[in-house]
Every structure is written in structure tokens, then in C-alpha cells.
């Protein structure tokens, strides 16, 4: 039987012995390549980890010390520490192990933490409670793949450092990497830290003066000690040269290290020295990415950051390449309208990659901004750019720009500026959970005034929509689309002004409205309604905001109008429709189809949205009793 096997919680790591400690290490790894690599999900933050996490149970009394971690893709070693580890072959499957801390699995986990540079402010919160509570009790933030470069860590540790009383550990994940390598000033103080200090450690000149030094000192007469104590001192100051604690300390936050983060002894010393401080405490330690798993140690882009099914001894993927993405598309058609106009610029949130950002990046680097993950300064650099008379595109996951709607509202509408919001994964995403479903989006950019908003129902509308939005001067425009590959081509079989109209039948009384990707099941909506003798109209207005008067006079004559929308159906497209057309005194019946306001768990994105009501059957059943009801007749339903 493994070490791993007989650890069914936190409290049977106290007995073990280093080199015990070492072995679980090592079987900890094997276990998450082998069972990451059936699942998929984020396995290069977790390698990275495995030392640290063991010595933060070995150290802390979880769950009464409170361990938070930032982000939570790092948290899967705890979920194995933690009496989980049967349930890793349901890894973000539907019902199964969340990829992210969850409240509902396990009391271990505090914080459902799966948007970066939160947790310094929840821990914030946890250890004044605490304080007030007089409980007996430790929190612990865990920070790494870049979250110290956004700025509510910094807001955070503002606060942190006048409290003075509060038992707060702080524990520096640095790996320097978020995706890619970690940019900014701060990553880069931080990750060329251990290479200063080892370096002058190392030098033999400075072990041999200090040496000499030393030897001097002690012989002198009286106050030789007294020396040897400036002597000792004179080698902090040199350390306090280099190191960030001076950073830190002159906040009122204690600083400790670095250390080595695969070195558990290291760990727990430096931990335990944490603990009985009284006081914040900042604990760095340094970490490989992908540690132990040799394809993830020189996979370049991104140490295997998160990952599909692949090999667990190759790192090869296991599944065909998939097939043409809407990121693609995207990346392809920036690169091409880059080459074109100079005044087009690119910014990520430190997502090059996952964004398709990378293709612009290779062709005009001195064009492309990695800010790191912080939305809101890309946002507001963004309107600044624009404002200098470029034209920047901003490539983002769509659940990531809820953090930066004020930005959005006050820096880049209110000054009329033309910044393009290319919002990726938005709608149902499926495995990745309720953090990283894109339904707030569309919502909440409807609120912004002269904000222009489109959902491409195709690669070709993608490509019309991008060329578009560039050319917009004193406004922002949005293009979200989701993270599933590209559909097959939707032509249009007529236009009714800027309407795209994709379906039509005689004597239609049913207005569809699809967005996006959901065009498909619009037109499968119409199609079925023909079927049983309802005439039906399925339009894509093609750019939702503003709304357009040639839908709003196709609605007018229709006797019912659905929208179907990958969005939060309060605030949404449809909503929007019903208030234009509410104010114009259009009395046609509507309803919206789209994301209920709830959290909506894991799960595989064709049933999440089966089980939601956002299938093509399920609709259509729905208008055919409407119109049936108000004929009076029997009701009719339409085959599944």
C-alpha cells in the first residue's frame, strides 16, 4: 500500500518522517498526472504545489485555520489532502469534483475562489472576523500564477498592513507564470529574486570576506562581539538590498524568504516561524511550474496551465485536433485587419494565448500589451490608447470583464472612446463551473450607453462584426461568442433592412430572434413550427445593441416574438427588445429564452443547456401551445 493511500485527511501527515514526506510528494504527483490526464483540468499549477501544500496542512489546523487559495485551479493537492482524492476520476465532470474550492464538497474549503487576486481580501475579512469572534484562529492566503499583479491584492495589503494584531499568513506561490510568464514590474522584482540572492550567496569572494571579517572581529578586544553583530546585520542589509521584504516591511507586513517552495522542511520552518509572529505575515516561496512532469516542465507556452485528456507519459493529447474555433477565427481575422491598419493594438489580461491574441502578437509585438491579470488597467489603458489615436482590442474571457465594468462605463463610454471588447467563452462554458460561465456579460455591457454589442452567428458574420467594430471612433464595441468550435455556415435568405433573415414560411405569426451561436437552434425553432402549420420568421439583428427599428417593425408584425440567447435572460438581448418595444407601444407577446439568474454547476454544455430550456424542442413546444391556445384549439406538441 502507497503513503497515499492511508492519508484520508490533513491530520495523518503529522507523523510522517522527511523522507516519508518526500515519498507522498512524489506519489502525489503520479496521482495527479495519471488522473488530470483522464480528466483533463489545470495540472501545471498543481505539480507546482505539491511541497507547499503538504507543509501548509503539516503547519496549520485545517479547516479551523482557514486556507484560502488565489487562484483556485491551485487547490487540487488540497482537495487530495483533504479526504478527496477517491473523487478525482469525476474531475470537473457533471456532478463531480469541482476543478475550483468548493463549499459543498468540503468544509477545508473556505473560499470558491476561481477569479485571481481575491484572496488577500477575503483573508482580510476572515482574520478580522476572527479577531472580533476571539477565536482561536489562523488564515492562510495562498497567492500565485499572477495574481500579485492585480491591483485588489495591492488594495488589500494596504489594509493588512495597518492592522497590526491579525494572525494572517500570506503565502507567495511564485512561479513566475500566470499563463505565460508573469509581466510587470512587480513579477519581475519578484521572480529575479532567488537568482540575485543565490548568486551573492554563492560568491566565493563574499563567503571569504566575510570569513576574514569575522575571524578579525572576534580577536579585537571588548567589542569584538559587538562587531560580529554589525557584521551580521551588514548581511541582512545586503539581503534587504535585494529582497522585496524591504517592500513589504515598509507596509508593516513581515516578510519571509524566499524559500525553496519543493523543500518541505524549508517550508515548515519558514511556516511555523509565520505562525508565531502574531502579526501579518508574508511567507515567499519560490516554485516550478509543472514540476516532476517532464512535458509539462518544457511546454514553453504555458506548463501545461490546464489540459485536455493527453498521455501521462508523453503529454500528448489524446483526442484529434479539434476542429476550427471561434478564438480562431478571431485570431486569423485581427492578424489580417493588424496588417492593414497600424492603428489597430492589441491588450490581454495575461491570456495571450487562450484569447488567440498570440497570432497578432507574433506579426506586431511592438502592438501587443500583456498587462497581466488586470482588467481594470486594461480597460483604462485602453480608453488611453484610444484617446492617443490608436484603436485597441481587448481580448477577454467574458466572465473576466464583470471585474472591470466600471471602467468599461466611466473611462472608455463616458470620454466616447473607441476601444473593441472581444469577449471569449462567453455563454455556457460547461466543465469549468459557475465561475467561468460568460452570462453576466451581455447584461451588464447593455447598461453603457452608445455601447454597441454583436454575437456572430458565424465565421463570416465574426469577421464582418471585427472589420466593423475598428472602424468605431467614439464608442466601445463588444463581440462575444463561446468557446465551442465554429459552426457550420448560417447564410441569410433575405435581409429586412439591417435584419438577417434565416428562415421564413407562409403566413408566418411567430417572430424567432436568435444571437450567436444559438442562430442554429433558431432556425431549427422555425423549422419545427412550419412543420406543425405555424408560420414563422427566424431573424439575427446582428448587431443586438443599439436595437434595431427593422426588428422592432418585424416584431410589431408577428403575434408572438421568442428570443434565444446564451445570456442571463434578466437584463438580457430579449429584455432589451421588450423595453424598446414597450416604449413604442408594440403590444406583441414575448418571451425571452436564455441563462436562468442562477449559479449553474459543471456539466457538459449541450445538456446544461437542454436542462436550462434552451433546446430547439423545448421552444418550440412552447410557441406551438401559445399560438394553439389563443386559436382555442387542442393543444399540440412538437416530437422531441
Not at 455556415?489 to 407562409?506: C, E, M
Not at 430550456?613 to 384549439?633: C, H, K, P
Request: glycine content about 10%; some cysteine.
Amino acid at each position: 500500500m502507497s503513503l497515499l493511500d492511508e492519508i484520508n485527511g490533513p491530520e495523518a501527515l503529522s507523523d510522517l518522517t522527511p523522507e516519508q514526506l518526500q515519498q507522498l510528494a512524489e506519489e502525489i504527483r503520479a496521482f495527479l498526472i495519471t488522473n488530470v490526464s483522464r480528466t483533463g483540468g489545470h495540472l501545471g499549477p498543481n505539480l507546482g504545489v505539491v511541497e507547499l501544500t503538504i507543509a501548509l496542512h503539516r503547519i496549520f489546523d485545517s479547516p479551523k485555520d482557514a486556507i484560502v487559495f488565489d487562484t483556485g485551479h491551485q487547490s487540487y493537492v488540497h482537495k487530495v489532502l483533504t479526504g478527496r482524492k477517491d473523487q478525482f476520476g469525476s474531475l470537473r465532470q457533471p456532478g463531480g469534483l469541482s476543478g475550483y474550492p468548493s463549499r459543498a464538497e468540503s468544509p477545508h474549503d473556505w473560499v470558491e475562489n476561481s477569479h485571481a487576486s481575491t484572496a488577500l481580501s477575503w483573508a482580510d475579512g476572515l482574520a478580522k472576523a476572527f479577531r472580533l469572534r476571539g477565536d482561536d484562529r489562523f488564515v492562510v492566503a495562498v497567492v500565485g500564477d499572477g495574481a500579485l499583479t492585480g491591483g485588489m491584492v495591492w488594495e488589500a495589503l494596504n489594509n493588512i498592513a495597518v492592522s497590526g494584531d491579525e494572525r494572517l499568513v500570506i503565502v507567495v506561490n511564485d512561479n513566475g507564470r500566470s499563463y505565460t510568464p508573469t509581466v510587470g514590474g512587480i513579477a519581475t522584482q519578484l521572480s529575479s529574486l532567488g537568482k540575485q540572492l543565490a548568486a551573492i550567496r554563492t560568491d566565493r569572494r563574499y563567503e571569504r570576506t566575510l570569513k576574514r571579517i569575522k575571524q578579525l572581529a572576534r580577536k579585537t578586544p571588548l567589542v569584538g562581539e559587538m562587531v560580529y553583530g554589525l557584521l551580521h546585520g551588514f548581511k541582512m542589509g545586503v539581503k534587504d538590498v535585494l529582497a522585496p521584504q524591504g517592500m513589504f516591511s515598509d507596509l508593516g507586513i513581515k516578510y519571509l524568504g524566499p524559500i525553496n517552495g519543493h523543500d518541505i522542511e524549508a517550508v515548515e520552518l519558514a511556516l511555523a516561524q509565520a505562525k508565531g509572529f502574531g502579526g501579518p505575515v508574508l511567507v515567499h516561496c519560490i516554485t516550478q511550474k509543472g514540476r516532476g512532469f517532464k512535458a509539462a516542465e518544457e511546454h514553453e507556452q504555458d506548463r501545461f496551465h490546464a489540459v485536455g485528456q493527453i498521455d501521462e507519459v508523453t503529454g500528448e493529447p489524446l483526442t484529434d485536433t479539434p476542429a476550427r474555433t471561434w478564438t480562431d477565427a478571431f485570431g486569423d481575422e485581427l492578424a489580417r485587419i493588424g496588417a492593414i491598419d497600424e492603428s489597430v493594438v492589441a491588450i490581454t489580461a495575461a491570456m495571450l494565448h487562450p484569447t488567440g491574441l498570440d497570432k497578432f502578437a507574433r506579426h506586431f509585438p511592438e502592438r501587443t500589451f500583456d498587462v497581466g491579470i488586470a482588467e481594470q488597467h486594461a480597460v483604462t489603458a485602453a480608453a488611453g490608447l484610444a484617446a492617443g489615436g490608436m484603436h485597441p482590442v481587448f481580448a477577454v474571457y467574458a466572465t473576466f470583464l464583470n471585474r472591470a465594468f466600471d471602467q468599461v462605463l466611466m473611462d472608455v463610454a463616458l470620454h466616447r472612446q473607441g476601444v473593441t471588447f472581444v469577449l471569449d467563452r462567453a455563454g455556457v462554458t460547461g466543465p469549468d463551473g459557475p465561475s467561468h460561465n460568460g452570462m453576466w456579460d451581455a447584461s451588464l455591457v447593455g447598461l453603457v450607453p452608445g455601447l454597441r454589442l454583436t454575437s456572430p452567428r458565424d465565421e463570416q458574420r465574426l469577421g464582418e462584426a471585427l472589420r466593423l467594430a475598428v472602424t468605431v471612433s467614439d464608442a466601445p464595441t463588444v463581440l462575444r461568442y463561446s468557446k465551442e468550435r465554429l459552426p457550420e455556415p448560417i447564410p441569410a435568405v433575405q435581409q429586412r433592412g439591417d435584419v438577417d433573415v434565416l428562415f421564413a414560411s407562409q403566413r408566418p405569426r411567430v417572430l424567432v430572434v436568435g444571437y450567436g451561436q444559438l442562430c442554429d437552434t433558431a432556425v431549427d425553432v422555425g423549422r419545427r413550427l412550419a412543420q406543425q402549420g405555424i408560420g414563422a420568421t427566424v431573424v439575427d439583428p446582428v448587431w443586438a445593441l443599439p436595437v434595431s427599428p427593422d426588428l422592432l417593425a418585424l416584431m410589431a408584425a408577428h403575434e408572438l416574438v421568442v428570443t434565444i440567447e446564451d445570456n442571463g435572460v434578466v437584463g438580457g438581448m430579449g429584455a432589451r427588445l421588450g423595453q424598446e418595444a414597450r416604449a413604442l407601444g408594440i403590444e406583441t407577446r414575448l418571451r425571452e429564452f436564455g441563462i436562468p439568474q442562477e449559479f449553474l454547476a459543471q456539466g457538459n454544455r449541450g445538456q446544461m443547456l437542454e436542462e436550462i430550456g434552451l433546446s430547439a424542442a423545448q421552444i418550440a413546444r412552447y410557441a406551438t401551445e401559445v399560438v394553439s391556445a389563443d386559436e382555442g384549439s387542442v393543444r399540440i406538441t412538437t416530437a422531441g
